[in-house]
């Protein structure tokens, strides 16, 4: 059972920064591109930011480009998204994923999804 495990998330204020972080198995995370999706209430997912499995290219939204970054730890197996410039419209749960086209901005194209975990965004 492949496993995505989310933490890092909270309430912050805006202006303010928080870091996610995803951990899984050392088979999906050398195999699979990473990336993070969200999703606000009453909205459909978003794509946040995806990266290959080497590391060597990320992609992000353009909402998001400039204020978070996307890196992996191969030692840890486990992908961080540091989030800087917090704003309201920010909040949401983020959802780490695993799959092969790591700048794929549909969700159905992600195999693997994890739990999510809350950002709060206080204005």
């Known amino acids: 059972q492949v496993q995505l495990v989310e933490s890092g998330g909270g309430l912050v204020q805006g202006g303010g920064s928080l870091r996610l972080s995803c951990e899984t198995s050392?088979?999906?995370?050398?195999?699979?591109?990473m990336g993070w999706f969200r999703q606000a209430p009453g909205k459909e997912r978003e794509f946040v930011a995806g990266i290959s499995w080497s590391g060597g290219r990320r992609y992000y939204a353009d909402s998001v480009k400039d204020r978070f970054t996307i890196t992996r730890d191969t030692g840890k197996n486990t992908v961080y998204l540091q989030m800087n410039s917090l704003k309201s419209e920010d909040t949401a749960v983020y959802y780490c994923?695993?799959?092969?086209?790591?700048?794929?901005?549909?969700?159905?194209?992600?195999?693997?999804w994890g739990q999510g975990t809350q950002v709060t965004v206080s204005s």
């Open positions: 994923v695993a799959g092969s086209e790591p700048g794929a901005s549909d969700p159905r194209l992600w195999d693997y």
């Open positions: 050392g088979r999906i995370f050398r195999s699979y591109g």
